[in-house]
């Protein structure tokens, strides 16, 4: 990874809040966060069962189909390659929001089977808690840089 963008202006219609990626390998991923609130990921109607997804959680979702549609509408432009240093690159959306604590178990697997079988345009969407990102994150530090234990 050798590019790091917040507030990353996607051709003067959007913004992800975050986009890092590889100018080698032309692989980047276009970052959403949104809020970490009990009801950021799915929300409750009286007289239904099952909990629906949130209007927070639908806004970052469709933040990033708009970035996707962006990108493909201008793939294979000039501002394209200048921007990315080809007319084709391979990137991947994702939205971090909410917790894990506010989720049962099976609305968490609801997330889990959308982040795993959500694919547009051959692109996958990947959505996260803050919870799941903070532990990829402490399991890649802890495994790339040992971190010595403190006693104390």
């Given amino acids: 990874m050798n590019r790091v963008a917040f507030e990353f202006n996607i051709f003067g219609d959007f913004a992800a809040d975050l986009a890092v ?3 080698r390998k032309k692989s980047y991923c276009f970052i959403e966060f949104e809020d970490a609130r009990s009801n950021s990921v799915f929300v409750s109607k009286a007289g239904k069962y099952c909990p629906e997804w949130s209007p927070r959680f639908e806004k970052g979702f469709s933040q990033i189909i708009d970035w996707f549609w962006k990108l493909d509408d201008l793939e294979r432009t ?14 991947v959306g994702m939205l971090i929001i909410g917790r894990n604590h506010d989720l049962e178990p099976r609305e968490k697997k609801r997330l889990i089977w959308r982040q795993e079988h959500l694919v547009l345009n051959s692109k996958h969407i990947y959505c996260l808690t803050f919870d799941d990102l903070y532990n990829d994150l402490l399991f890649r530090i802890n495994k790339y840089y040992r971190i010595p234990e403190t006693n104390g």
Avoid: A, L, T
């Fill in 21 to 23: 990626g590889d100018s």
């Fill in 78 to 91: 000039d501002d394209f390659e200048n921007r990315f240093g080809s007319r084709r690159i391979d990137y």
